[in-house]
């Protein structure tokens, strides 16, 4: 059903820039996130799983879980650039 990856967790903490960086359009499941209660914002933690398909992060990611005392899951949604049109205006005739 869903794709064997190695299920190994690297137990290396990174920040919200490198996580985005490394998985764009991605769901992302973290580990112990350090997260800004206040803004409610994840600013770091363990990358434990991540996939495109949400289902196969809940599936797969479910048994990496048991040994945090918190975990996250998001979607890392990469913005596509503004694009910029341009109106050409009609002349009456």
Not at 44 to 67: A, F, N, R, W
């Amino acid at each position: 059903m869903y794709k064997e990856r190695n299920m190994e967790v690297e137990e290396k903490t990174f920040n919200i820039g490198e996580i985005k960086r490394s998985y764009p359009d991605e769901w992302i499941l973290l580990g112990n996130p350090d997260i800004d209660e206040k803004n409610q914002m994840i600013l770091s933690g363990i990358v434990l799983y991540h996939s495109p398909d949400k289902k196969e992060v809940c599936y797969l990611g479910k048994t990496l879980t048991s040994e945090y005392e918190k975990t996250a899951l998001f979607f890392n949604r990469v913005t596509p650039q503004k694009k910029k049109y341009y109106c050409k205006p009609i002349l009456p005739c």
